[in-house]
């Protein structure tokens, strides 16, 4: 079976064919630092590490290439660095703080089983290559600077006389439409409403580089063209697989298109254009007026990296998901089974079972549903395919040590306890052995009693 991805550009599921089979190629738009990251910024973190694995079973693991950026010029990260390091230089607070975020996101996303990708380029290191695409944007015709500002022209774009995608194909709006549409503010410098910022003035004190377009005053990128600069300086102009959420469809991934085509005389950028669905957390839009905003770090005090994982796996990546605790605890039990049936068995190749559905656009869902069929079977191949997806990094005993130590239990005390009771049973004092057994259950172990004696679990 080949693989198969949904591709949101042409709407359809195709077979994936590698423009170069020994080295494939995919770029997945990653987070601005500035703030923890959210459990929503897990999703793509999640699901396209699993297609970096599939893709690396696939192809080998030296024939796959994956850049996740990181965006450390914006200006959400300059109005936060003003406000936590209020007496420090602009510039040194920013390194501060994308120092610090970029840190944080790596601890989190390591936790969630994530492989670094094999480049995580950052944004203030590719100023030189888009100033190279901003000149042959201006020298093609499809961008010009005003007051000190470099703004690109869809309305060129679509007039231009050659075979470049138009704009708006992949977001599937009309170009007309967004003329009609646009706000009555518009602002001066713009020719048409739909130009959209290439270049802009830095304020005095903010970040800033020498201009292009022989503008004197220095200035910084807007954070379209970064995404078509890192991407153009390790994937090449035409690359395999590029994605992100789907609110990333436009503009910014309809601009990137835009901007990389048109400097290179491209049809295409890349050939299939990936987008995983919205999560909402407890049937209700994550945000924090709403106080349902839970960041990656504070869920992973409560639960292990592989239990989110799972969870956010057990939804196809093009659905919305929605985030509850009941589903939660159902995937934290899953994989606590998994852990004591096959963590410490020697894993065998994946089974075609799991892999099967994979192939069909990351069909997560059944494959997962695959994996509980091969519980009570072959555990060798539930591990190997385990592995496959990005779990068991673990030991089982490492798994439960972790689990007591989280919940802030003594498997002494509780084993000490368990004696105790043992013995008013067999004394028949069966008030006492009821007030242990509900102080157990108090602290989140649940008991177990049989002909062999008794066994306990934590039951959170
Ligand atoms: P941002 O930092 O907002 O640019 O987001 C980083 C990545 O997370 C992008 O790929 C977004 O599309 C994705 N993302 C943000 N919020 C959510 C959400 N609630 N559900 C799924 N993906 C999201
Ligand atoms: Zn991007």
New binding site residues.
């Given amino acids: 079976m080949e693989l198969r991805l949904y591709d949101t550009l042409t709407k359809e599921k195709r077979i994936f064919a590698p423009l170069d089979a020994e080295n494939v190629r995919m770029y997945v738009?990653?987070?601005?630092v500035y703030d923890f990251a959210?459990i929503?910024?897990a999703?793509?973190v999640i699901v396209f590490d699993v297609l970096f694995r599939l893709l690396r079973h696939l192809n080998g693991e030296a024939h796959v290439k994956y850049v996740r950026n990181i965006t450390d010029v914006d200006d959400k990260i300059n109005d936060r660095a003003a406000r936590d390091f209020p007496g420090l230089p602009l510039n040194e607070a920013i390194r501060k703080v994308t120092e610090q975020t970029g840190k944080q996101f790596h601890a989190d996303v390591d936790a969630l089983g994530a492989l670094r990708p094999s480049v995580e380029p950052r944004a203030t290191e590719h100023i030189a290559e888009m100033r190279e695409i901003i000149e042959r944007l201006i020298k093609g015709g499809f961008a010009y600077a005003a007051e000190d500002h470099v703004l690109f022209s869809p309305q060129a774009m679509n007039t231009a006389n050659s075979s470049l995608p138009r704009y708006g194909a992949l977001s599937k709006r009309s170009l007309d439409e967004m003329i009609a549409g646009a706000r009555v503010d518009v602002a001066p410098y713009k020719r048409d409403a739909t130009d959209f910022v290439l270049w802009k003035p830095s304020k005095p004190g903010e970040p800033s580089w020498p201009s292009p377009a022989g503008i004197k005053a220095e200035g910084r990128p807007g954070w379209h063209i970064e995404c078509s600069a890192m991407a153009w300086k390790h994937l090449g102009e035409h690359f395999d697989i590029h994605g992100?959420?789907?609110?990333?469809v436009f503009p910014h991934h309809e601009n990137e298109v835009a901007q990389t085509c048109c400097a290179f005389h491209r049809e295409r950028m890349a050939n299939y254009w990936m987008h995983?669905?919205?999560?909402?957390v407890e049937s209700e839009k994550?945000s924090k007026s709403l106080g349902n905003f839970v960041t990656i770090h504070e869920l992973l005090a409560d639960w292990p990296g592989e239990v989110l994982r799972l969870n956010m796996l057990k939804t196809h990546y093009r659905s919305p998901i929605d985030w509850t605790m009941k589903s939660l605890e159902e995937s934290a039990k899953t994989l606590d089974d998994w852990y004591r049936v096959a963590a410490d068995v020697a894993p065998g190749e994946p089974a075609a079972s799991v892999v099967e559905p994979l192939l069909d656009d990351l069909n997560t869902p059944l494959a997962i549903a695959a994996l509980h069929g091969l519980r009570g079977g072959d555990v060798g191949a539930l591990a190997g395919s385990l592995r496959l997806l990005g779990f068991f990094s673990e030991s089982a005993a490492q798994w439960e040590g972790r689990k007591q130590q989280a919940s802030g239990v003594d498997a002494k005390e509780v084993e000490r306890l368990i004696a105790e009771r043992t013995a008013a049973r067999s004394r028949k004092d069966f008030r006492e052995s009821d007030r242990i057994r509900d102080l157990l259950a108090a602290m989140g172990v649940a008991i177990k009693d049989s002909k062999d004696g008794t066994t306990w679990e934590f039951s959170r």
């Fill in positions: 738009c990653g987070p601005t959210h929503g910024n999703r793509p992100g959420g789907i609110d990333l995983n669905g919205f999560l909402q994550m």
